[in-house]
């Protein structure tokens, strides 16, 4: 339960604030992913990182900025986001051998916009 | 790029009984589908998974099977419990180099009765 944690767990903010997600994993992992789950719609991916290097950026709009200083640490910076951004912000690591590596979850961020 | 389609998304159960929940993909290419169990305000944790090369894999009350020509698969949860009361997430990888990215099903809320 605590190979992947993330803080804070539970944040408010106004549309004008700007705030961090930080996301730290303790199991040795080189690939990490940000995922947003939001109600009724699958759990969608946002950004991953391999060997520090984002490989995917699903068309996320800029207002979300990933940063990964480490294969350990990731952050995602926020600014001037919409309500509709309310969610849950899941980070996920894993081994980053291949396709197939199970990803591991933190227990999430839960964003709410005002 | 790949989609995935889940069904039903709400069980309800009584204890005892069996509990199926089904899953299509597009991405012929894909080759790993593991299934995640996310119980309320806790992550997504990985219950069982399977590769190409396997049409069926068990762990003591779950199952999973594989029908790569039809291209779904299916999660057999026997003897449920009320512990079991969970949204399940099926995914299905797309090929990446030294990385994984799942995309997800909607996920399919079960309800198990005492």
Redo the contacts between chains.
């Keep these: 339960e605590t190979g992947v944690t993330q803080t804070p767990r539970h944040l408010v903010m106004g549309m004008t604030n700007k705030k961090s997600l930080k996301c730290e994993q303790h199991l040795g992992h080189n690939a990490m992913y940000w995922y947003k789950q939001s109600a009724k719609k699958p759990l969608e991916l946002m950004f991953v990182y391999s060997l520090e290097e984002r490989v995917e950026n699903n068309s996320v709009p800029s207002r979300f900025s990933p940063e990964c200083p480490n294969s350990s640490h990731l952050f995602l910076h926020l600014h001037t986001l919409q309500p509709e951004d309310s969610a849950l912000y899941l980070c996920a690591s894993s081994q980053a051998r291949g396709s197939t590596d199970t990803q591991y979850f933190g227990p999430g961020t839960r964003l709410t916009v005002l | 790029g790949e989609n995935?389609e889940q069904h039903p998304s709400t069980l309800s159960v009584q204890e005892g009984d069996s509990a199926v929940i089904k899953c299509t993909y597009s991405d012929s290419a894909s080759?790993?589908f593991?299934w995640?169990k996310q119980e309320l305000g806790?992550?997504?944790?990985?219950i069982i998974?399977i590769?190409s090369n396997v049409g069926e894999k068990k762990d003591q009350r779950i199952a999973v099977t594989l029908n790569k020509t039809a291209k779904h698969f299916s999660l057999h949860i026997t003897e449920t419990q009320p512990e079991d009361s969970a949204v399940y997430?099926c995914?299905a990888?797309?090929?990446?180099?030294?990385?994984?990215?799942?995309?997800?099903?909607?996920?399919t809320m079960l309800l198990v009765s005492p």
Excluded: H, M
């Design positions: 995935v080759n790993y593991p995640y806790k992550r997504p944790q990985l998974d590769r997430f995914a990888t797309q090929e990446g180099s030294g990385y994984s990215t799942l995309t997800f099903g909607k996920g």
